[in-house]
């Protein structure tokens, strides 16, 4: 079984920066792709941020050049460093991750979800 502990949210000014993190811990295999996800109110999903295993990384349009996701295979954690936040960034996000049981059956697994307020 595969558990994701997210961490680093809360209320930030605009123009701040905040840092989530999460860590996935159980017993697999390997974790291929990480990836952050945001749901704002009323709004679908949307992806964010996502690195491979092998470094590959893309970003929505909106946060490129403010965004900036890593990943410390040592740990399992992926984490977003998140600057020059706007007002609408506010949002729940969801990391999300996708590897390989010991059993090497494919996983993916979600985040509880951590809330990223910006006041404007």
């Known amino acids: 079984q595969v558990q994701l502990a997210e961490s680093g949210g809360g209320l930030v000014q605009a123009g701040g920066s905040l840092t989530l993190s999460c860590a996935a811990s159980?017993?697999?295999?390997?974790?291929?792709?990480m990836g952050w996800f945001r749901q704002a109110p009323g709004k679908q999903r949307e992806l964010v941020a996502h690195?491979?295993?092998?470094?590959?990384?893309s970003y929505t349009d909106s946060v490129k050049g403010r965004f900036t996701i890593s990943r410390d295979n040592a740990k399992n954690t992926v984490y977003l460093q998140m600057n020059v936040l706007k007002f609408e960034d506010t949002a729940v996000y969801y990391c999300?991750?996708?590897?390989?049981?010991?059993?090497?059956?494919?996983?993916?697994?979600w985040g509880q979800g951590t809330l990223v307020t910006v006041s404007s």
């Open positions: 159980g017993s697999f295999f390997s974790i291929n792709a």
């Open positions: 690195i491979t295993s092998g470094g590959r990384i």
């Open positions: 999300n991750m996708v590897g390989l049981m010991v059993s090497y059956r494919v996983f993916e697994i």
